[in-house]
T-cell receptor
Framework: DAGVIQSPRHEVTEMGQEVTLRCKPISGHDYLFWYRQTMMRGLELLIYFNNNVPIDDSGMPEDRFSAKMPNASFSTLKIQPSEPRDSAVYFC??????????FGDGTRLSIL | GEDVEQSLFLSVREGDSSVINCTYTDSSSTYLYWYKQEPGAGLQLLTYIFSNMDMKQDQRLTVLLNKKDKHLSLRIADTQTGDSAIYFCAESLGFTGGGNKLTFGTGTQLKVEL
């Protein structure tokens, strides 16, 4: 079975550019989570969705960050404009109700 | 609030047992998880335990839960070089706690030496 699929795997862009990260959850999973991982702060939950609806976005750092889930098989995390301090590994995870979260391989983002 | 703590590093010799420890603060935790992260990869679910259990064994992995002390441990028997990775402990309030939202520890870097 396919796991959580994230794209791109790596992204390098200049400060001020718009960045869009993509995620395809495991089919049948109702929950989708976006995380950010850095050496300084570890794993941080940014936002999560249930049945395509955002439930808790309290972890989204600033208005420059936005996330959408237009359907059950696709979600995006957008940063506009990007800044060097946004450099991190961004993970998407999905889970069935009450079940364990399964993670994608992440997108390594570098903002120059 | 929720807080999960782990020691940062552990070094063991190949063939020995590894014990990775974790403490948590939320007594309402329903599930406790162990994830493994290899370099350049995502987090891989290793095992989990319900809060009403004391122990769970899965091949080389043994999870022990001390609810009174809010202490969780992961024992890896016959540790191999392929076990070198970062291990994350995570707690959850379960489905009623908001979609099984997880609170992660800082991760323990396990280094297996020959």
């Amino acid at each position: 079975d396919a796991g959580v699929i994230q794209s791109p795997r790596h992204e390098v862009t200049e400060m001020g550019q718009e960045v869009t990260l993509r995620c395809k959850p495991i089919s049948g999973h109702d929950y989708l989570f976006w995380y950010r991982q850095t050496m300084m702060r570890g794993l941080e939950l940014l936002i999560y969705f249930n049945n395509n609806v955002p439930i808790d976005d309290s972890g989204m750092p600033e208005d420059r960050f936005s996330a959408k889930m237009p359907n059950a098989s696709f979600s995006t995390l957008k940063i506009q404009p990007s800044e060097p301090r946004d450099s991190a590994v961004y993970f998407c995870a999905s889970s069935p109700p009450g079940g364990a979260q399964h993670f994608g391989d992440g997108t390594r983002l570098s903002i120059l | 609030g929720e807080d999960v703590e782990q020691s940062l590093f552990l070094s063991v010799r190949e063939g020995d047992s590894s014990v990775i420890n974790c403490t948590y603060t939320d007594s309402s935790s329903t599930y406790l998880y162990w994830y493994k992260q290899e370099p350049g990869a995502g987090l891989q679910l290793l095992t989990y335990i319900f809060s009403n259990m004391d122990m769970k064994q899965d091949q080389r992995l043994t999870v022990l839960l001390n609810k009174k002390d809010k202490h969780l441990s992961l024992r890896i028997a016959d540790t191999q070089t392929g076990d070198s990775a970062i291990y994350f402990c995570a707690e959850s309030l379960g489905f009623t706690g908001g979609g099984n939202k997880l609170t992660f520890g800082t991760g323990t870097q396990l280094k297996v030496e020959l």
